[in-house]
């Protein structure tokens, strides 16, 4: 999990100066000098660390993620027999987002962000339960799927051990 958010913090995205820069170097990255309203791709890390001094507009794409908007994901979930497209780093953007905003309670009040993580709890229960299914599958390959990246690594680890689960049990019936 922790190459994960590293993974997650690490992640290129696009994001757009307020006001000129005069770039720096960071621990082997470096920034080149911007003018203002010129885009750039950089870390996820470092556009946080920009977004506190007010250097680019904010930056999270499908974030905040709204009631509706994890209400309609559990709908597609619960619709569909396959694991719907996610975010590749959903959750470690929801979680973001749910820091945010106990930083910050007017973003959000007690009662939306309760019900967000309570849809959040839905969907996770949804695609867990695809999950554990698919990990028991022949034709298992994750790649194929719409697993976050946390996902596949459950999904793996779930499909090493059903295996492991069915030697041993196949080891006792043929003693037995």
Do not use: C
């Not at 820069?21 to 890390?45: H, Q, W």
């Not at 034709?139 to 295996?163: D, G, Q, R, Y």
């Amino acid at each position: 999990m922790k190459r994960i958010l590293f993974e997650f913090s690490d992640t290129p995205i696009s994001v757009k100066f307020n006001k000129s820069f005069a770039g720096f170097e960071f621990g082997g990255i470096k920034l080149p000098p911007v003018t203002e309203n010129s885009r750039m791709d950089i870390p996820y890390f470092i556009a946080e660390i920009l977004l506190k001094e007010n250097l680019i507009e904010g930056f999270k794409n499908d974030f905040p993620l709204s009631l509706q908007e994890l209400t309609a994901s559990v709908r597609r979930e619960v619709r569909h027999g396959e694991v719907q497209p996610l975010h590749p780093f959903f959750y470690s953007l929801f979680n973001e987002q749910i820091l945010k905003s106990d930083e910050n309670d007017s973003d959000f009040d007690e009662i939306e962000l309760k019900r967000q993580k309570d849809r959040m709890k839905q969907l996770i229960t949804e695609r867990l339960s695809k999950i554990i299914k698919l990990s028991n599958s022949n034709e298992f390959n994750p790649k194929k799927l719409n697993l976050t990246a946390s996902e596949e690594i459950l999904m793996k680890k779930m499909h090493s051990w059903v295996l492991n689960w069915k030697s041993l049990i196949n080891q006792d019936e043929t003693r037995g």
